[in-house]
Protein backbone atom coordinates (compact mmCIF):
# COMPACT_ATOMS: atom_id res chain seq x y z
CA UNK A 1 0.00 0.00 0.00
CA UNK A 2 1.66 3.45 -1.06
CA UNK A 3 0.77 6.32 0.39
CA UNK A 4 2.17 9.54 2.11
CA UNK A 5 1.43 12.68 4.36
CA UNK A 6 0.63 15.60 2.68
CA UNK A 7 -0.09 19.38 3.35
CA UNK A 8 -3.06 20.06 1.25
CA UNK A 9 -4.25 23.27 0.36
CA UNK A 10 -8.10 24.00 1.75
CA UNK A 11 -10.11 25.02 -0.92
CA UNK A 12 -13.06 24.84 0.46
CA UNK A 13 -14.87 23.57 3.65
CA UNK A 14 -19.26 23.83 3.30
CA UNK A 15 -22.33 22.62 5.23
CA UNK A 16 -23.94 20.36 3.40
CA UNK A 17 -27.01 19.58 4.88
CA UNK A 18 -27.71 19.41 8.25
CA UNK A 19 -24.31 18.43 10.63
CA UNK A 20 -22.49 17.03 7.13
CA UNK A 21 -19.45 18.92 5.91
CA UNK A 22 -17.94 19.30 2.04
CA UNK A 23 -14.19 19.32 2.01
CA UNK A 24 -12.47 20.56 -1.27
CA UNK A 25 -8.12 20.14 -0.63
CA UNK A 26 -6.08 20.82 -3.74
CA UNK A 27 -4.85 17.66 -4.47
CA UNK A 28 -2.23 17.04 -7.74
CA UNK A 29 -2.95 12.73 -8.02
CA UNK A 30 0.69 12.14 -9.65
CA UNK A 31 2.14 9.38 -8.23
CA UNK A 32 -0.25 8.86 -5.76
CA UNK A 33 -3.46 8.16 -7.59
CA UNK A 34 -6.46 7.28 -5.53
CA UNK A 35 -8.64 4.64 -5.96
CA UNK A 36 -12.57 4.75 -5.40
CA UNK A 37 -12.97 3.63 -2.07
CA UNK A 38 -10.04 4.47 -0.64
CA UNK A 39 -10.06 6.94 2.31
CA UNK A 40 -7.63 9.64 3.79
CA UNK A 41 -6.53 10.37 7.85
CA UNK A 42 -7.37 13.23 8.59
CA UNK A 43 -5.29 15.34 11.37
CA UNK A 44 -7.10 17.96 13.40
CA UNK A 45 -5.09 20.04 15.68
CA UNK A 46 -5.48 19.28 19.19
CA UNK A 47 -6.24 15.53 18.48
CA UNK A 48 -4.27 12.54 18.62
CA UNK A 49 -5.74 10.46 16.73
CA UNK A 50 -6.52 11.05 12.60
CA UNK A 51 -10.26 11.42 11.66
CA UNK A 52 -10.74 8.19 8.72
CA UNK A 53 -12.77 9.85 6.06
CA UNK A 54 -13.68 8.16 2.48
CA UNK A 55 -12.75 9.58 -0.38
CA UNK A 56 -16.22 11.15 -2.01
CA UNK A 57 -14.54 12.42 -5.50
CA UNK A 58 -11.04 12.94 -6.32
CA UNK A 59 -11.24 14.57 -9.80
CA UNK A 60 -9.58 17.38 -11.16
CA UNK A 61 -7.26 18.23 -8.77
CA UNK A 62 -9.64 18.40 -6.16
CA UNK A 63 -9.54 15.62 -2.81
CA UNK A 64 -13.02 15.84 -1.56
CA UNK A 65 -14.27 14.41 1.66
CA UNK A 66 -17.50 14.72 2.80
CA UNK A 67 -18.04 13.84 6.54
CA UNK A 68 -20.85 14.00 9.17
CA UNK A 69 -19.83 15.90 12.58
CA UNK A 70 -20.08 12.96 15.78
CA UNK A 71 -17.61 13.87 17.44
CA UNK A 72 -15.08 17.13 19.16
CA UNK A 73 -12.49 15.67 16.47
CA UNK A 74 -14.99 16.17 13.58
CA UNK A 75 -16.53 19.25 15.14
CA UNK A 76 -13.03 20.82 14.92
CA UNK A 77 -12.65 19.89 11.48
CA UNK A 78 -15.46 21.84 10.22
CA UNK A 79 -14.32 24.73 11.72
CA UNK A 80 -11.04 24.33 8.96
CA UNK A 81 -10.91 27.51 7.26
CA UNK A 82 -8.14 28.36 4.81
CA UNK A 83 -4.59 27.29 4.95
CA UNK A 84 -3.56 23.53 4.51
CA UNK A 85 -4.72 20.62 6.45
CA UNK A 86 -2.21 17.84 7.37
CA UNK A 87 -3.99 14.53 5.72
CA UNK A 88 -2.27 10.63 5.36
CA UNK A 89 -3.82 9.26 1.98
CA UNK A 90 -4.25 7.64 0.15
CA UNK A 91 -5.64 4.42 2.43
CA UNK A 92 -7.22 1.21 2.45
CA UNK A 93 -8.27 -1.28 -0.64
CA UNK A 94 -11.11 0.07 -2.61
CA UNK A 95 -13.83 -1.09 -5.10
CA UNK A 96 -12.92 -3.39 -7.71
CA UNK A 97 -14.68 -2.01 -10.93
CA UNK A 98 -14.08 -3.97 -13.88
CA UNK A 99 -15.49 -3.00 -17.56
CA UNK A 100 -18.14 -4.29 -18.84
CA UNK A 101 -20.29 -5.26 -15.66
CA UNK A 102 -23.28 -3.12 -14.84
CA UNK A 103 -22.95 -2.24 -10.95
CA UNK A 104 -25.32 -1.37 -8.36
CA UNK A 105 -24.09 1.17 -5.90
CA UNK A 106 -25.65 1.39 -2.86
CA UNK A 107 -24.92 4.07 -0.30
CA UNK A 108 -26.73 4.81 3.04
CA UNK A 109 -26.29 8.30 5.07
CA UNK A 110 -22.57 9.14 5.44
CA UNK A 111 -21.82 6.01 3.33
CA UNK A 112 -23.18 7.87 0.26
CA UNK A 113 -20.17 10.00 -0.54
CA UNK A 114 -17.44 7.43 -1.56
CA UNK A 115 -20.28 6.37 -3.99
CA UNK A 116 -19.69 9.05 -6.07
CA UNK A 117 -16.08 8.38 -6.93
CA UNK A 118 -17.11 4.90 -7.41
CA UNK A 119 -19.63 5.87 -10.18
CA UNK A 120 -17.29 7.91 -11.85
CA UNK A 121 -15.45 4.60 -12.92
CA UNK A 122 -18.69 2.98 -14.07
CA UNK A 123 -20.20 2.31 -16.87
CA UNK A 124 -24.20 3.17 -16.48
CA UNK A 125 -24.39 2.12 -12.62
CA UNK A 126 -27.65 1.79 -10.99
CA UNK A 127 -27.19 4.48 -7.87
CA UNK A 128 -29.20 3.88 -4.68
CA UNK A 129 -29.40 5.91 -1.56
CA UNK A 130 -30.92 6.00 1.76
CA UNK A 131 -31.29 8.98 4.61
CA UNK A 132 -33.56 8.69 7.65
CA UNK A 133 -35.39 12.23 6.33
CA UNK A 134 -34.93 14.63 3.67
CA UNK A 135 -32.91 17.01 5.98
CA UNK A 136 -29.68 14.18 5.66
CA UNK A 137 -30.16 13.76 1.96
CA UNK A 138 -27.08 15.28 0.49
CA UNK A 139 -25.35 14.44 -3.25
CA UNK A 140 -28.19 13.63 -5.38
CA UNK A 141 -27.30 16.42 -8.02
CA UNK A 142 -23.59 15.02 -8.44
CA UNK A 143 -24.79 11.26 -8.62
CA UNK A 144 -27.63 11.82 -11.27
CA UNK A 145 -24.86 13.00 -13.66
CA UNK A 146 -23.04 9.58 -13.46
CA UNK A 147 -26.77 7.19 -14.25
CA UNK A 148 -29.85 6.61 -13.52
CA UNK A 149 -30.29 7.25 -9.08
CA UNK A 150 -32.97 5.51 -6.81
CA UNK A 151 -33.77 7.80 -3.58
CA UNK A 152 -35.50 6.64 -0.03
CA UNK A 153 -35.60 7.71 3.19
CA UNK A 154 -37.12 5.62 6.00
CA UNK A 155 -40.11 8.58 6.72
CA UNK A 156 -40.76 9.01 2.88
CA UNK A 157 -40.23 13.00 3.55
CA UNK A 158 -37.74 12.79 0.05
CA UNK A 159 -38.01 10.17 -2.87
CA UNK A 160 -39.77 6.58 -1.73
CA UNK A 161 -40.26 5.71 1.62
CA UNK A 162 -38.93 2.49 2.64
CA UNK A 163 -35.19 0.76 2.45
CA UNK A 164 -32.33 0.44 -0.04
CA UNK A 165 -33.39 -3.11 0.41
CA UNK A 166 -36.49 -2.66 -1.34
CA UNK A 167 -35.28 -0.92 -4.32
CA UNK A 168 -32.37 -3.48 -4.58
CA UNK A 169 -35.06 -6.24 -4.84
CA UNK A 170 -37.27 -4.71 -7.38
CA UNK A 171 -33.69 -4.10 -9.99
CA UNK A 172 -31.27 -6.91 -8.96
CA UNK A 173 -31.75 -8.52 -11.73
CA UNK A 174 -30.64 -5.59 -14.24
CA UNK A 175 -27.62 -5.67 -12.63
CA UNK A 176 -23.72 -7.93 -12.64
CA UNK A 177 -22.63 -6.74 -9.23
CA UNK A 178 -23.51 -4.38 -6.13
CA UNK A 179 -21.00 -2.46 -4.09
CA UNK A 180 -22.22 -0.60 -0.98
CA UNK A 181 -21.34 1.44 2.15
CA UNK A 182 -23.22 2.17 4.70
CA UNK A 183 -24.12 0.83 8.10
CA UNK A 184 -23.63 -2.01 9.26
CA UNK A 185 -27.15 -3.31 9.33
CA UNK A 186 -28.07 -1.89 6.01
CA UNK A 187 -24.55 -3.96 4.75
CA UNK A 188 -26.14 -6.97 6.42
CA UNK A 189 -29.36 -6.85 4.61
CA UNK A 190 -27.86 -5.93 1.25
CA UNK A 191 -25.45 -8.67 1.65
CA UNK A 192 -28.48 -10.91 2.42
CA UNK A 193 -30.74 -9.54 -0.75
CA UNK A 194 -27.50 -10.05 -3.04
CA UNK A 195 -27.02 -14.28 -1.80
CA UNK A 196 -30.45 -14.74 -2.33
CA UNK A 197 -30.07 -13.53 -5.45
CA UNK A 198 -26.63 -15.23 -6.32
CA UNK A 199 -25.12 -11.34 -7.08
CA UNK A 200 -21.63 -10.63 -6.16
CA UNK A 201 -20.90 -8.02 -3.25
CA UNK A 202 -18.52 -5.94 -2.29
CA UNK A 203 -19.28 -3.92 1.19
CA UNK A 204 -17.08 -0.95 3.02
CA UNK A 205 -17.05 -1.10 6.45
CA UNK A 206 -16.61 1.59 8.93
CA UNK A 207 -14.76 0.92 12.46
CA UNK A 208 -13.03 3.21 15.17
CA UNK A 209 -9.03 3.29 13.82
CA UNK A 210 -5.87 4.08 15.37
CA UNK A 211 -2.75 4.37 12.91
CA UNK A 212 -4.88 3.87 9.81
CA UNK A 213 -2.32 1.60 8.08
CA UNK A 214 -2.58 -1.74 10.31
CA UNK A 215 -0.23 -1.35 13.16
CA UNK A 216 -2.71 -0.96 15.62
CA UNK A 217 -5.42 -3.36 16.64
CA UNK A 218 -8.47 -0.72 16.93
CA UNK A 219 -10.08 -1.80 13.38
CA UNK A 220 -10.23 -5.01 13.46
CA UNK A 221 -13.01 -6.98 12.47
CA UNK A 222 -14.02 -11.17 11.82
CA UNK A 223 -13.89 -12.32 8.02
CA UNK A 224 -14.26 -16.54 7.17
CA UNK A 225 -11.16 -17.20 5.03
CA UNK A 226 -10.67 -20.92 3.65
CA UNK A 227 -13.46 -21.79 6.26
CA UNK A 228 -11.81 -20.61 9.15
CA UNK A 229 -12.59 -17.18 11.05
CA UNK A 230 -9.70 -14.32 11.42
CA UNK A 231 -9.71 -11.42 11.86
CA UNK A 232 -8.42 -8.70 9.53
CA UNK A 233 -7.95 -4.63 9.65
CA UNK A 234 -10.25 -2.53 8.18
CA UNK A 235 -7.72 0.41 7.28
CA UNK A 236 -5.13 -2.45 5.70
CA UNK A 237 -7.41 -5.31 4.48
CA UNK A 238 -10.48 -3.25 3.71
CA UNK A 239 -12.01 -0.82 3.93
CA UNK A 240 -13.74 -2.89 1.24
CA UNK A 241 -14.92 -6.43 1.48
CA UNK A 242 -16.53 -9.64 -0.22
CA UNK A 243 -20.00 -9.53 1.85
CA UNK A 244 -19.90 -13.05 1.76
CA UNK A 245 -16.51 -13.24 3.58
CA UNK A 246 -17.49 -10.54 6.40
CA UNK A 247 -18.70 -11.96 9.91
CA UNK A 248 -21.55 -9.40 10.68
Given at each position: MKYDVRQL??????????????????????????????????????????RPISVCDASDGVLRLV??????????????????????????????????????????????????????????????????????????????????????????????????????????????????????????????????????????????????????????????????????????????????????
Amino acid sequence: MKYDVRQLPLLSNEEIAQGIFDMRLRYEQDDLPVSCGQFAHVYVPGKTLRRPISVCDASDGVLRLVYQVKGEGTRLMSQMKGGSVDVLVPLGNGFDIQKGRRYCLIGGGIGVPPMLYTAKQCDDPLIITGFRNKSLVILQDDLRSQGETLLCTDDGTAGRQGFVTDLLRERINEVDEVCACGPTPMLKAVAAVCKESGKPCRVSLEERMGCGVGACLVCAVKVRKNGEEIMQHVCKDGPVFNAEEVVF
